[in-house]
């Protein structure tokens, strides 16, 4: 059965499909001059859903790579700091050796004491080495300085790990427990109380070669607490690479769901010309000639 199609009918379709046309264009014109692929979630909620999920996992990814950073400097000060310790205890080591030789005076080790205070006091300083005004061998009681001046000794008791979140559920510790660098016990004397030792057998005149077992332990166990540290430095190093690469991958994914092709846009906004140039002239032809047409 044949379908009337009358005038009405046809201009309403032609006007219907000239908007369409009208929208695609003003759609590829928009996705050219913004590059992106839709600039209202209703256009596409599925892209607008993913970069929601991109945009939190990459916002959530450049956080753990700050604490990493934070950590990281954290870890380079204490591996600096132990290293410093370290120097401290070898050129004690040079003394202790030297107040033994025979050609040593009472007064020569005397003189000797000034030198060994001013390395005590170095050692207190490496102890209350901060980062950002946070002490960093002082446990998680960060504010409060471990090495007392006034007391001339260590007397933080704070053991516990400084940590830091650097993945979905990972934390890493990123302090050294000053407890086991600075408050080791050795025959009852920790490093500070050692020194004080060696200060008063310099003072009368003494030699002091009989604590050089006790140094050598201390020396030892500094090592020890830095190869720790090494290691610790290594996976900080290995997290850091992991998460630069995730943020790449996380961009790459949010370019590829987000931005638009630009030959792509190009090319299909080149065609819709086309065919709305197309139905523009059809369009001309389908509308019926009025009277005053005739009159012309």
């Known amino acids: 059965m044949a379908i009337r199609v009358t005038q009405n009918m046809m201009n309403s379709t ?5 908007y369409n046309s009208m ?7 928009e996705q050219l001059s913004s590059g992106k692929k839709i600039s209202l979630p209703s256009q596409d909620p599925v892209v607008a859903v993913m970069g929601m999920s991109y945009r939190t996992q990459l916002n959530k990814n450049e956080q753990y790579l700050r604490n990493a950073s934070q ?19 070898h050129r004690l080591n040079e ?11 009472p007064a020569d080790r005397q003189s000797m004491e000034s030198e060994v205070i001013e390395l005590k006091n170095q050692l207190g300083e490496i102890a209350n080495q901060t980062v950002n005004g946070r002490y960093i061998f002082a446990g998680t009681d960060t504010t409060k300085a471990p090495y007392d001046k006034n007391a001339g000794d260590y007397t933080s008791t ?3 790990e400084f940590t830091v979140e650097v993945g979905q559920g990972i934390y890493i510790p990123i302090n050294v427990n000053g407890q086991e660098i600075f408050n080791k016990s050795i025959n009852g004397n920790n490093i500070f109380k050692l020194m004080d030792n060696i200060i008063d057998d310099l003072h009368n005149g003494k030699p002091t070669d009989g ?86």
Not at 14 to 18: G, K, S, V
Not at 249 to 255: F, G, L, P, R, V
């Open 14 to 18: 032609m006007m219907r499909n000239y």
């Open 23 to 29: 929208g695609q264009l003003d759609r590829y014109n």
């Open 71 to 89: 950590a990281q400097t954290w870890l380079d000060t204490a591996d600096t700091a132990m290293n410093e310790v370290g120097n401290v205890l």
């Open 95 to 105: 003394l202790l050796l030297q107040s033994a030789t025979d050609t040593m005076s």
């Open 158 to 160: 704070n053991f516990s």
């Open 211 to 296: 604590h050089l077992e006790e140094v050598s332990q201390q020396m030892d166990n500094v090592l020890r607490q830095r190869a720790t540290l090494g290691a610790r430095v290594n996976r900080m190093e290995l997290v850091t690479d992991r998460l630069e690469s995730s943020g790449l991958s996380i961009t790459k994914a949010m370019s590829d769901n987000e931005d638009a092709d630009m030959a792509a846009v190009i090319t299909n906004l080149k065609t819709q010309e086309n065919i709305h140039r197309a139905a523009l002239g059809s369009g001309a032809r389908i509308i019926q000639p009025t009277l005053l047409d005739f009159l012309r």
